[in-house]
């Protein structure tokens, strides 16, 4: 059994034992339930953002603690402040150490766009999505047969939540092209050896219909991988672990938003 197998298996007790505390009933009279969700899309494609979705993360299962003490709060508004174009804010707690809390936290203090980060593989958490706040969620088409990532769109289409859905290599990409999805994320990490290669995105950006926003998703460390990347069509460019390694991750992601101003404009 590899790290997803052990999350998903994980996440099916965790969504049953959560219907049971939390009805859907109960979700819906959530203060955020109600809320017109931010088009995540539409912010990343604005001229004066950076096109960076920047994440909250404290750890991982392949890094391990990231930062554990770092404020959602201070974090999340001085993301915005550097010029990002959403927050991600990971919400699973036994791999990531994230929670609900986390992002109804973000969204308290932030009116961008916010996807849920975690892994949804039934309605009950899109529900649970809308009612903590977050505007778009996370489908990863690792762990999703493409008629049920096409069900779980449409279901998050319903509440006007967008869905930003994760490929790893070409046969996930062809599988979910008709799936719905208003961004493409191509996770340029390799599940198995968790090897990465910019050159993933580079090669998957082809067969991406310019209708879709393209998000280039880990192992973007520098404004050059950007800029470079940017070439290739991509517009979204998720980054986490490169900000939240330092023990200010505003202030990192603040140093980079600018030099990529700058490069930008040279």
Avoid: W
């Avoid at 920047?54 to 770092?70: C, M, T, V, W, Y």
């Amino acid at each position: 059994m590899n790290i997803l197998d052990e999350i998903i298996e994980q996440k099916r007790k965790e969504v049953e034992e959560r219907k049971s505390l939390y009805p859907v009933k109960l979700l819906e009279k959530g203060i955020y339930f109600s809320t017109l969700p931010v088009s995540m899309k539409k912010y990343i494609l604005r001229e004066d953002k950076t096109g960076i979705i920047a994440e909250f993360k404290r750890k991982s299962p392949s890094k391990g603690i990231i930062n554990a003490h770092a404020s959602v709060e201070r974090t999340s508004i001085g993301y915005m402040q550097a010029g990002a174009s959403a927050l991600s804010v990971l919400t699973d707690k036994p791999f990531f150490g994230g929670s609900n809390e986390d992002l109804m936290t973000a969204r308290k203090f932030n009116f961008c766009p916010i996807i849920r980060k975690d892994f949804t593989i039934d309605e009950y958490q899109i529900i649970e999505a809308k009612s903590i706040g977050a505007d778009a969620i996370l489908l990863i088409a690792a762990v999703l047969e493409p008629k049920r990532s096409k069900e779980l769109t449409d279901f998050a289409h319903s509440f006007g939540l967008e869905v930003l859905l994760e490929v790893h290599d070409e046969d996930e990409l062809k599988k979910n092209l008709e799936t719905g999805a208003d961004l493409i994320g191509v996770n340029n990490r390799n599940l198995k050896t968790f090897e990465v290669s910019i050159d993933v995105s580079k090669r998957l950006a082809p067969m991406i219909p310019d209708s879709i926003v393209k998000v280039s998703e880990s192992g973007i460390s520098s404004v050059d991988t950007i800029l470079e990347l940017k070439k290739h069509g991509y517009r979204g460019f998720l980054m986490g672990e490169n900000f939240m390694k330092h023990s200010r991750p505003e202030t990192a992601a603040m140093e980079f938003m600018d030099e990529l101003r700058i490069k930008t404009k040279a």
